[in-house]
């Protein structure tokens, strides 16, 4: 064996005990008691420590194209800023033009993700218009490793309800997940016109033009429609309460919807949008009001959130700025994946949920859902040695300069942390330590996932 972690807590989905972790060819090869050390084993001493699956953080928007710019960390700095945050995966997005073959538009994106990243990484499928060949071409894209294809119902390449009938259906005879981007198209576009007619163009009416309505209105219309078809759903960054009762009550009846949030809407609320940086915060769904941050707590806790993940979408200031006269013109996202795992355990250390809660958001559901449940999302013999050591003991606050990400400025910036990771590996590999990048680009594989 080349790494024995010894002492620590290790703490699973299912419950925490303290015991040694073995680890070989980059496989966890024992989780037990007084495992003695062979000649050239690297012992670690995790006394204190609490010894994690690293997360899996199912959606990031690396070197995102945006108009004619791109959103600010590529597959080195993101994957880079998440190994530093105790992420060990991340599934980020192939975003395949009209009319390309899907499969080569994964060539392309994977292309441009094996030599730079750091950690291992899967994609998600993007579908933009629904046709015989992309229905066609879906049972392809599955063979490749992509059990996901995402869509949106607003923005340019929103689909209408007949095609994400057709989408739904076909991922039901294909084996994969459909993730949606769910806001109104309509009642957004018709509060933006208006405020714009009015010139209400601050970052407070980003959140105003995108309210709870608006968002709540189109998960609505997903979950029936996923319902109709008894496909599986996956709403990605639900951020409003009147959605999650809507998630709530098809999980109640048996149907395979699940939901996501990031932890932007958990931290903060839309009162962010009033402050004079508001439009740094500016992101769609926009963060809701302390009904939602509420009910999202409690989905957080009851289980009817299954995952939490970052959305991590950072564009810099200047980029940003380009809005401060104008809400439509700023680019849309946030930064968050080196702040997932962090955050989340910082809450548990500080009582409101267990450790145990935060592995099964951050990484056993992550991987159950997205098909790689067999490698990842656990501390046990025959999974990936993906994995995270843990301080409770650590005080930590959140900075720009002390983050990885090539970002000029973090919206986490003051925010206090209670415990923080001391040492991420990646396949038994040491990629974060003290504070410190220790990985190299091209370590990261692609992960082939399989529902
Ligand atoms: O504002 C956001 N969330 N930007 C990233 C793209 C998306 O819609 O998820
Ligand atoms: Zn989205
Ligand atoms: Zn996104």
Known sequence: MELLIKNGTVVNADGSYVADVAVRDGNIIMVEQDIRPETMTEVVDASGLLVLPGAIDVHTHFE???GEISSADDFFSGTRAAACGGVTTVIDFITPERGESLVEAFEKRNAIATPKAC????????????NMAVLDEMEAVVGAGIPSFKVFMTYASRITDEEFTKTLSRAKEVGAVIMVHAEDHEALEALRAEFIVAGKTDAWHH???RPEAVEAKAVEKAVSLAVDTGSMLYIVHLACAEGLAAVEIAKKNGYPV?????????????????QPDGRNFVCSPPIKGKESQDALWRGIKNGSINTVATDHCPFQTYEKDRGVNDFTKIPNGVMGVENLYPYMLSEANKGSLSFERVVELCSSTPARIFGCASDKGAIAPGFDADIVLYDPSLDFVISQKNMHSTIDYTIWEGTAIKGYPVRTYSRGVLVYKDGEFRGTPGHGRFVRRCL
Do not use: W
């Open 64 to 66: 995102l194209p945006f």
């Open 119 to 130: 950690i291992d990484y899967g994609l998600h499928m993007g579908i933009s218009e629904i």
């Open 258 to 274: 699940y939901a996501e949030t990031c932890p932007q809407y958990l931290n903060f609320t839309c009162d962010v949008y009033k």
């Open 207 to 209: 959140y105003l033009s």
